[in-house]
Every structure is written in C-alpha cells, then in structure tokens.
C-alpha cells in the first residue's frame, strides 16, 4: 500500500522560497506511468493543482504557477519536492501531496498547512 507524507516548515516570510518534501513509501516513485503532484487548498477555497513529475521525471505545470515553481525528485530518498519561491499571503493554504495514473488522484498524502506571514 502506498502511502505519501508532506514535510516542511509551516510557516514561512513573504518573498522567502517555500520548500516542501514528499516522502514515499510502499511504492517508487520510478514506477511506470505514475505521477507525482502538488495541490494546495487556500483557506475558504477550493483545490488548485500546482504542478506535477512523471516516472520519467518529466514536468508540468500550472501556468498561473509556473514562473514561481519547481518539482524536482531525489530517487535515492524515494522523495518529491516542492519549491514555490517569492511567497506572498495568498500562498497560504494546505499543501497536499499525490500519487496521480490515468488522470485521477488515487493516493493522497494528509496534507500540511503552510501559512505565509506578511
């Protein structure tokens, strides 16, 4: 069974870079035709997916995120990351982790709140 966890701070400057890592158990993260996401849930909003790597390590990402993000891999840890640079309050949310096949989100990790202080 796979199972995902966030890790990071929970509370970071405004302009400061955001790093949060995924750890992975119970699966690689090199496996065939799986992907890897980031989604984040704003207070009082709904999910934004932010971005994505393949097995492949190929990225994608959200074009209202793109100039601010980056999701690299550590295949040695079995581990994502997550870097979203100049932070501002509005980057406040819950951040959630996820194991993404065929188009649908089919393992979730329990999320951490990240808040922004301005």
């Known amino acids: 069974q796979v199972q995902l966890q966030e890790s990071g701070p929970g509370l970071v400057n405004s302009s400061q870079t955001l790093n949060l890592t995924c750890t992975v158990s119970g699966g690689s993260i090199t496996t065939s035709y799986y992907a890897w996401s980031w989604i984040r849930q704003p207070p009082g909003k709904g999910l934004e997916w932010m971005g994505v790597?393949?097995?492949?390590?190929?990225?994608f990402y959200s074009p209202s995120l793109r100039s601010r993000t980056s999701i690299s891999r550590d295949t040695s840890k079995n581990q994502f990351s997550l870097q979203l640079s100049s932070v501002t309050p509005e980057d406040t949310a819950v951040y959630y982790c996820a194991r993404e096949v065929a188009g649908s989100m089919d393992c979730w990790g329990q999320g951490t709140q990240v808040t922004v202080s301005s």
């Open positions: 790597i393949a097995y492949d390590d190929s990225t």
